[in-house]
């Protein structure tokens, strides 16, 4: 009786190598969570996309914007520096109004630049 209730307990939990019933079940298991995770993951996509919007699409998200801006910061400083002293200017006046200005616009690209260093040491 005892061998009997053995054997029909290893024919319940034991399985063949080549049952094709629990083969089948495996691979739809597997194309489930698959799919399952499939999903999951576009869900995700699409919530970051809405998140950003049309601004973090364009500035890279909020980790990468801060470097973005601070590097137009930096370029605009650079093109008016070079936009105020590449004229030539006469008058004493006006020279010392574009030289001023040139100053304080290289004086911004380097704190801009300064930010970006500054930021990358963390």
């Known amino acids: 009786m005892a061998s009997q209730l053995d054997e029909a307990k290893k024919a319940i939990t034991g399985s063949s190598e080549t049952d ?25 996509e699409s919530r970051h996309k809405t998140e950003l919007g049309w601004g973090g699409i364009i500035l890279g998200g909020e980790q990468n914007a801060p470097i973005f801006v601070a590097g137009l910061a930096v370029l605009f400083g650079l093109v008016s520096f070079w936009v105020c002293l590449s004229g030539e200017i006469p008058d004493v006046q006006k020279a010392e109004f574009w030289g001023r200005h040139a100053e304080r616009s290289l004086a911004f690209a380097a704190a801009a630049l300064a930010y970006l260093f500054g930021r990358g040491a963390k």
């Open 20 to 44: 094709p019933d629990l083969d089948e079940a495996l691979s739809s298991a597997q194309s489930l969570q698959l799919s399952l995770e499939k999903e999951k993951n576009r869900h995700e």
